[in-house]
């Protein structure tokens, strides 16, 4: 289900915060949404959500509009939009319950939820107790309640450590991947935007600077380097798909056009990378020269 808004306008008094934004979030694609601060993200996100409306303009989720269909949209998109929240004298499981109540969902997706985010050991105990990976994942959790088609994270990686990053990025890309989600990203470590997705969308000043697949973006980039645990399987995967593909000790290089073929066909395999990065020049580098015109 793809998200597309055209001609986005909002003022907050003198301040101007989307002027005349226009972009699309594809379909079944993990879609980074980068912009410095101030840029008009999180403004765009509330107006996506249906918690702000725009002064002028227009958005849909799919064939739905914003303006007519919102109480429809809410059952079809899951959000974690700044710090999650919880309640945190609550157990796990007592607050997916509170949420499916909130939303008007059923209860009878907490447990393979919670076995999904691997939170099925610790679901009865207080969320005061969690790590900030912990309640990442039960955010994670509370937002597919409604099995949604499209859902949109602000910095979910935020202060997560590296297994934990590695474990929620797998997660984005399973839903992507396997059940064909439309996931939206929004974060400053461009690091873990350019591993995960495989399009991108650039605003600065409330405007669009770029929108577009990821490579095209680094200037068509053909060799991938992707990093796995079962660097030998993945390998074998490649190559059976008609990838050329090579091993530098944990590193494997892959010769494509477009990222998102080699994370969906290691899916296919059951493997999926914790870092997958064109070899050419950083988002980091072409991030910035977009955004200080």
Request: hydrophobic share 40%; proline share 5%.
């Amino acid at each position: 289900m793809d998200v597309v808004a055209t001609d986005l306008r909002k003022r907050y008094g003198a301040t101007v915060a989307l002027d005349g934004l226009s972009l699309e979030f594809p379909s079944g694609r993990l879609s980074g949404f980068l912009g410095p601060n101030g840029a008009g993200k999180t403004t765009t996100f509330r107006i996506l959500l249906g918690l702000s409306r725009p002064d002028a303009g227009t958005a849909r989720v799919g064939d739905m509009s914003i303006d007519r269909d919102l109480a429809r949209i809410v059952k079809r998109v899951g959000a974690i939009v700044d710090e999650p929240g919880l309640l945190r004298p609550l157990s796990g499981r007592q607050n997916l319950v509170v949420a499916a109540h909130t939303l008007g969902f059923g209860h009878d997706r907490i447990e393979t939820l919670a076995e999904f985010v691997e939170l099925s050991d610790d679901l009865d105990r207080p969320v005061s107790g969690y790590s900030k990976g912990m309640r990442q994942r039960l955010a994670l959790a509370a937002a597919l309640l409604g099995e949604p088609d499209v859902l949109f994270l602000d910095e979910p990686l935020d202060g997560l450590d590296p297994a934990g990053q590695h474990s929620f990025k797998e997660r984005l890309r399973r839903l992507v991947d396997e059940d064909g989600k439309t996931v939206v990203i929004s974060s400053h470590n461009l690091s873990d935007v350019q591993a995960l997705a495989d399009h991108i969308v650039v605003i600065a000043q409330g405007s669009l600077r770029y929108q577009g697949p990821l490579p095209d973006l680094l200037g068509g980039a053909r060799e991938i380097r992707v990093e796995v645990d079962r660097p030998e399987d993945a390998l074998e995967a490649l190559r059976m798909a008609g990838l050329e593909a090579r091993r530098d000790d944990s590193v494997l290089r892959v010769t494509a056009e477009d990222g998102s073929v080699v994370s969906r066909t290691l899916a296919e395999s059951g493997i999926y990378p914790s870092a997958l990065v064109p070899a050419n020049q950083s988002l980091e580098q072409v991030f910035l020269e977009l955004t200080s015109r």
